[in-house]
């Protein structure tokens, strides 16, 4: 089987699961701490790894892209790409690798590293 194969069978079994479980609206909605986040610093990650160009983002002045989606709100979402519980371990792995988590997506791989993950991912689940 192939890697994108098994990524999206994986990706259906968690909706599936959350499903079955008849999860209420808040058990859906994201967690707000990501282990040894920084939201501050979540803020600097994304300027340099230059998210604005692409999204909308509170708290980043410059961010006023209209490539991808305004991430108003964002925490209050319950998926992230239409595809994936919003949920911390869930985002980093967006955050770091789009690609390898949704293959085909318009987002790239820019590199970002664990600890700029987690504190993007910090500073998103602000966003309510």
Request: overall charge positive; charged content about 20%.
């Given at each position: 089987?192939?890697?994108?194969?098994?990524?999206?069978?994986?990706?259906?079994?968690l909706?599936?699961?959350?499903?079955?479980?008849?999860?209420?609206?808040?058990?859906r909605?994201?967690?707000?701490?990501?282990?040894?986040?920084?939201?501050?610093?979540?803020?600097?990650?994304?300027?340099?790894?230059?998210?604005?160009?692409?999204?909308?983002?509170?708290?980043?002045?410059?961010?006023?892209?209209?490539?991808?989606?305004?991430?108003?709100?964002?925490?209050?979402?319950?998926?992230i790409?239409?595809?994936?519980?919003?949920?911390?371990?869930?985002?980093?792995?967006?955050?770091?690798?789009?690609?390898?988590?949704?293959?085909?997506?318009?987002?790239?791989?820019?590199?970002v590293?664990?600890?700029?993950?987690?504190?993007?991912?910090?500073?998103l689940?602000?966003?309510?």
């Amino acid at each position: 089987m192939s890697a994108p194969t098994v990524r999206h069978r994986l990706a259906a079994a968690l909706l599936a699961g959350a499903l079955a479980l008849g999860c209420s609206d808040s058990e859906r909605l994201p967690h707000s701490a990501v282990p040894d986040g920084d939201a501050r610093r979540g803020i600097a990650a994304m300027r340099r790894h230059g998210c604005g160009g692409c999204h909308v983002i509170p708290g980043v002045a410059e961010a006023r892209g209209r490539v991808g989606p305004s991430l108003v709100g964002f925490a209050s979402r319950p998926y992230i790409a239409g595809a994936l519980p919003n949920r911390p371990l869930e985002l980093v792995a967006w955050i770091r690798d789009p690609q390898a988590v949704h293959p085909g997506t318009i987002m790239p791989r820019l590199g970002v590293s664990a600890t700029d993950a987690r504190d993007i991912a910090a500073h998103l689940y602000r966003l309510r």
